[in-house]
Nanobody
Framework: QVQLVESGGGLVEVGDSLRLSCAAS????????MAWFRQAPGADRELVAA????????YYTDSVKGRFFIARDNNRNMLYLSMNNLKPEDTGVYYC????????????????WGQGTQVTVSS
């Protein structure tokens, strides 16, 4: 059974940094695309950043480019999201996600979800 377990969220102030972690287990993650989505209150879940297995293809939504960085450690089955210069609009629940092949922005395409970790940026 596949499990994705996020950690690292919290309450921070504008301009602070956080690093989210996602521990993956339960299957071979070769050829598995992984990503971070987030969901703000009252909003749809949106794709924030995604990476292929070897990290040779990386995607960022425009609002986080230059501030967020996605990375994965395939030896440890870990996915990370380093978030810098955080803004109030970054507030939301951040979800680790995975699927066979490339990640798409369509949530129904995702095979596996974590339970989410809350990030709150106070102004």
């Amino acid at each position: 059974q596949v499990q994705l377990v996020e950690s690292g969220g919290g309450l921070v102030e504008v301009g602070d940094s956080l690093r989210l972690s996602c521990a993956a287990s339960g299957r071979d993650f070769t050829q598995i695309g992984m990503a971070w989505f987030r969901q703000a209150p009252g909003a749809d879940r949106e794709l924030v950043a995604a990476t292929t297995y070897f990290g040779n293809t990386v995607y960022y939504t425009d609002s986080v480019k230059g501030r967020f960085f996605i990375a994965r450690d395939n030896n440890r089955n870990m996915l990370y999201l380093s978030m810098n210069n955080l803004k109030p609009e970054d507030t939301g629940v951040y979800y680790c996600a995975a699927r066979v092949g490339a990640i798409t922005a369509t949530t129904s395409d995702i095979s596996y979800w974590g339970q989410g970790t809350q990030v709150t940026v106070s102004s």
